[in-house]
């Protein structure tokens, strides 16, 4: 199809800078917010709560992005959802609200309790709030009754404390946002080579050869990357990115911190190249490029003999594969996939990154793997500028992995948490969230605690989850800032509002640091410098500490004594978790320190002591129904997840609105439509479908039959059921749909 193109422009620039300001702005911060970022991810400043990009290595002083400033304005803002808010408002009047609506009442101030008779949230003191939860705990018959849910930004001391608390408690019901997110990356990755998390530094950046960009927005959810493919660009290296979208950071990008490139409108070429693979067509394009080289020979035999198995395995699956499927499924030619195959086979180093293009599809945990197959053939991880990248979304969801936020814990972790409090640790897998939907549908699950995120937004099937969260006993939202999690409640409802990463943290020994890990393994601490939105609110550490003196019945640690001093927490995460000896010591060195990774060592902890190559579970071209499309679900470039900044996407040419359908104008010429019309979209997954009504049609370049839509506006389209099988991630990016005009009334 012909290409078209939205955004004139490169990606960041002077629009860039403005939108900054203009955050700050509209949050009435602007004097603090320009104070505040100049201390956004500094040695002796706050980690952005922004992405998991890891931080320049050597001093910049300025080392923040536009969104990071738009995170960082939500969370400064000056308006406030107080007592006075609540009093205005039912809950029953506030569901009614937009997500950009509900988001811009500001901070929460204090403690609320949902008052059933009244339908208001009024206020309740903390020693209240925790007594009532308590009580109601510890009535359960079994603690698998509760679910105790993260999201990615809590800190490594408020995780490692909650899982001691939960754990204490009696359950591994600990589904995390991570489910939803890199999950199929962790599940594969461990499999393969032994461990879940990427095995690249930021510093292979300027040692590759070739860069593979798999499923990813980096202009929009990782700007500070941009400056890394900047770089890697410049030096010549080759980018190649793998999107149905033609997205405007993947093909030009002038980098603020640039005085020549914003003074001149210069920019820097991004991408050598970037493909339109269909959506959902990774597996068969991985397939074709591993069949490429394999057809070439050039393959490092050393490297496979001495350090991987499954290789004869892996070869007769892709023999099997014939280029008709591969040409279908990934929409790209044999020529094509040649092409790059030769790319690949000229590269001495290649990095392959990817984020949730890969992830979130019943494939996510096949495409994951055929990626690190393609590595692996040429010998390319544990190689300088080499290796599997995944780049996370939350800024500390792979630091709360680590410290032990996992429904599915392994017998060496709960043998140490054993032998270091002396307490029996539950050992049944617990509830991940599509299993937490499950138990709250089924009623096994009668109360769900929220450290931090929107459960009752981010998740899938959004008809049957609010039927699910409203039918339990108990729901609580630790959070800073209202969302649907809050006004989608369980029969009890708690409001517990917490401190945020830029707010300063004082506890009986003074002011606290916590500490993060970033995408690349880096722990580094992280301390707020602005005062409290409010001075009721506690910090994550000391609600968790509360909870847990309300609903546990014996002790394993004196939580107050905790809470005074996080020194005292990450003196206990360093007898616990490997890799945190001596963390308080570590961690103080002006940059942190690195995890380290046994896969870039070369040391292989899975089941054959060796890197291993899997073939996919699933066959690599499904095909689909005739009058059926496939459907993505991506950020704007004015979302925090399911915190909407705006109702703006200007690398996309959206303006003012979000019930979008984006489509190939071709396409719609092809079906007799036009940009603006309102389409239903009806979702088929078997004998299961869904409807969303009156989305709007614009014009966007991307291959026949796909179409992309915003999240979560469309998460009621994906059944619960539509997930990776072995990680149980949300096939989110490959929805099979019908479409359909709107009927519109007159
Ligand atoms: N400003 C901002 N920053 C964020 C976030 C945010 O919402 N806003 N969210 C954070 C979080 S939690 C995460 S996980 C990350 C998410 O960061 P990304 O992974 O970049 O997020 P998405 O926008 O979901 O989509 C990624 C890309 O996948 C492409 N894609 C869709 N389907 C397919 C497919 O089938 N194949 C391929 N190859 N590509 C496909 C989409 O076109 C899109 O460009 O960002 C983090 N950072
Ligand atoms: N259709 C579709 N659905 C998706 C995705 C998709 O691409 N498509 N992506 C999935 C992904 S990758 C993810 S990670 C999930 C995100 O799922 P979540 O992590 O659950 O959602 P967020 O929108 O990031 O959560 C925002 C809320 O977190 C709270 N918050 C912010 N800062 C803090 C803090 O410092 N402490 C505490 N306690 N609370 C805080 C605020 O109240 C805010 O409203 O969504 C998933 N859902
Ligand atoms: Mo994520």
């Not at 291959?703 to 096939?731: F, K, M």
Request: aromatic letters at 8%.
């Amino acid at each position: 199809m012909k290409k078209i193109r939205v955004y004139p422009h490169p990606a960041g620039g002077w629009p860039a800078l403005g939108k900054s300001a203009l955050s700050m702005m509209k949050q009435g911060a602007f004097w603090k917010g320009g104070a505040t970022m100049l201390h956004a991810n500094q040695p002796d400043g706050f980690d952005c709560p922004g992405c998991a990009w890891p931080d320049a290595p050597h001093f910049q002083a300025i080392d923040f992005c536009e969104n990071g400033v738009k995170a960082v304005a939500n969370e400064i803002t000056s308006k406030r959802a107080n007592r006075e808010f609540f009093a205005q408002h039912t809950v029953t009047a506030l569901q009614a609200w937009s997500d950009y609506e509900l988001e811009f009442t500001g901070r929460l101030t204090e403690p609320m309790r949902y008052d059933a008779a009244t339908d208001y949230y009024v206020p309740v003191s903390w020693q209240q709030a925790f007594k009532d939860i308590g009580t109601y705990l510890k009535s359960l018959p079994d603690p698998n009754m509760a679910a105790f849910y993260t999201s990615g930004r809590t800190s490594n001391e408020a995780a490692f404390l909650y899982q001691l608390y939960v754990r204490c408690f009696g359950t591994n019901n600990m589904p995390d946002c991570s489910n939803m997110c890199h999950e199929s990356t962790s599940v594969g990755l461990k499999e393969q080579i032994g461990i879940g998390k990427g095995t690249i530094t930021l510093d292979d950046f300027d040692h590759c050869d070739a860069l593979f960009i798999f499923g990813q927005n980096p202009a929009t959810n990782h700007p500070r990357m941009m400056a890394t493919l900047r770089e890697v660009s410049r030096r010549g290296a080759r980018i190649i990115a793998f999107n149905p979208l033609r997205e405007a950071g993947l093909e030009s990008f002038t980098s603020p911190q640039s005085p020549v490139e914003m003074l001149t409108g210069g920019s820097t070429p991004i991408s050598l190249a970037l493909y339109q693979v269909r959506i959902g067509g990774d597996a068969a394009l991985l397939s074709g490029l591993i069949k490429a080289v394999l057809a070439k020979g050039e393959i490092d035999h050393d490297f496979i003999r001495q350090h991987t198995s499954g290789f004869e395995n892996l070869k007769a699956f892709i023999e099997q594969q014939n280029w008709t499927d591969i040409e279908a499924a990934s929409g790209l030619s044999q020529g094509e996939i040649e092409h790059i195959a030769a790319i690949y086979m000229q590269s001495n180093a290649t990095i392959c990154t990817w984020g949730m293009g890969i992830t979130q599809h019943e494939r996510g945990v096949d495409n994951v793997q055929l990626i690190v197959n393609l590595l692996l053939l040429r010998g390319n991880i544990g190689k300088r500028g080499a290796g599997a990248a995944p780049i996370r979304g939350h800024s500390n969801v792979q630091g709360d992995r680590t410290m032990g936020i996992y429904e599915k814990p392994d017998a060496a972790l709960l043998d140490k948490l054993e032998a270091v409090f002396k307490t029996p640790m539950p050992r049944a897998h617990g509830h991940d969230v599509v299993d937490t939907l499950k138990g709250l549908a089924s009623g096994s699950v009668k109360a769900l605690i929220a450290m931090g995120g929107n459960f009752a937004a981010a998740t899938p099937d959004t008809t049957q989850t609010y039927l699910a969260l409203q039918q339990a006993a108990l729901t609580v939202q630790i959070s800073t800032k209202l969302n649907r999690s809050h006004v989608v409640h369980g029969k009890a409802a708690y409001i517990l509002p917490c401190l945020g990463r830029t707010e300063e943290d004082w506890q009986d020994s003074g002011w606290q640091s916590v500490t993060t890990e970033d995408s690349m393994s880096n722990v580094m601490m992280s301390r707020g410098r602005n005062a409290a939105a409010s001075a009721e609110l506690l910090s994550e550490p000391a609600i968790v500490a509360g909870l847990a003196k309300a609903s546990l019945s014996t002790h394993p640690v004196d939580w107050d004594e905790l809470v005074a001093d996080y020194d005292r927490i990450r003196e206990l995460i360093a007898q616990t978790i490997p890799g945190f000896q001596d963390f308080n010591q570590r961690v103080r060195e002006k940059r942190g320190f690195y995890l380290g990774n046994s896969a870039r060592d070369q040391h292989w902890k899975t089941a054959t002591e060796k890197a291993q190559f899997i073939a996919p579970a699933l066959p690599i071209h499904a095909g689909l129904d005739e009058g059926l499309w496939l459907l993505t679900t991506v950020r704007s470039h004015d979302q925090y997840n399911t915190t909407i900044y705006g109702l703006d996407d200007r690398y996309r040419n959206i303006h003012g609105e979000r019930r979008i359908c984006f489509m190939h104008p071709e396409e719609m010429q092809r079906m007799g439509w036009q940009t603006d019309q309102l389409i239903d979209i009806t979702s088929v997954f078997g004998a299961l479908t869904r409807t969303v009504k009156a989305f709007k049609l614009k014009p966007l370049d991307m291959p026949q039959g796909c179409i992309a839509s915003y999240y979560p506006e469309t998460n009621d389209l994906i059944p619960l059921q539509h997930h990776t099988p072995r990680a149980q991630t949300p096939a989110y990016k490959s929805i099979p749909v019908r479409l359909s005009l709107s009927v519109v009334d007159e």
